[in-house]
């Protein structure tokens, strides 16, 4: 009988704590975007989210006035891979709940290599790295990757001439949102983040989306 009652709790025990874990982030605020990243094993809605919220945070920094999806590409590689983002400054309250839903995430992570806290050996990484459109990036990135030379500086020498092609292909931005982005926020003091006053989500069906 004890046995039976024990095992019971055990289940429930269980069933709560799988109930905990997928309630862990709710508070979506770009499902009408759609699904563009679709990689096999990851939680498809909390990785578009963080996508599109990446996206948001560094348009609403580097081209409040002119939003512009080009620009803030432009300047956030450079800044990223020359080391003089400030990430504290750029990233929304919003998209800080992201980031706490994405660490529990992992196999997303590697917290011990030096170069990323991305783990390049994940299988949302290698889903990036064979769905980019370009022939020449993609060959670059898993040519990195297999030497096991991969980092932001190296693959982003070449992506600072090519972040344009992030506009239509989302799993280029996703690269530059996960290691260029969330991955540094492990360094970063997030205290400074004004909880305050979180960021509105840029409408781009009422502002070009590419500079002139």
């Known amino acids: 009988m004890n046995t039976k009652i024990n095992s019971?709790?055990?289940l429930l025990v269980l069933t709560l704590l799988s109930c905990k874990k997928e309630q862990t982030f709710s508070d979506y605020q770009y499902t009408d975007k759609g699904m563009v990243l679709n990689c096999e094993s990851i939680d498809t809605k909390l990785y578009n989210e963080a996508l599109f919220a990446f996206e948001d945070d560094i348009v609403n920094y580097y081209s409040k006035d002119k939003p512009t999806q080009v620009r803030a590409f432009s300047q956030f590689v450079r800044d990223a891979v020359n080391n003089r983002a400030?990430?504290?400054?750029?990233v929304s309250p919003h998209t800080l709940k992201v980031f706490q839903a994405l660490k529990n995430e992992a196999d997303l992570w590697d917290t011990n290599n030096p170069k990323s806290h991305l783990n390049y050996n994940s299988t949302f990484f290698k889903c990036i790295a064979s769905n980019i459109q370009d022939n020449d990036l993609k060959t670059t990135l898993n040519a990195l990757v297999s030497t096991n030379s991969m980092s932001p500086k190296l693959f982003g020498t070449p992506l600072t001439s090519q972040y344009s092609l992030a506009l239509k292909d989302k799993y280029l931005a996703a690269y530059m949102a996960f290691?260029?982005?969330?991955?540094?926020?492990y360094d970063v003091d997030l205290s400074r983040v004004n909880m305050e006053k979180p960021k509105a989500p840029v409408d781009f069906n009422k502002v070009p989306n590419t500079a002139q």
Do not use: E, R, S
Request: aromatic letters at 26%; charged letters at 25%.
């Open 8 to 10: 019971i709790a055990f």
């Open 86 to 90: 400030k990430y504290a400054d750029m």
């Open 179 to 185: 290691d260029l982005f969330y991955a540094k926020l």
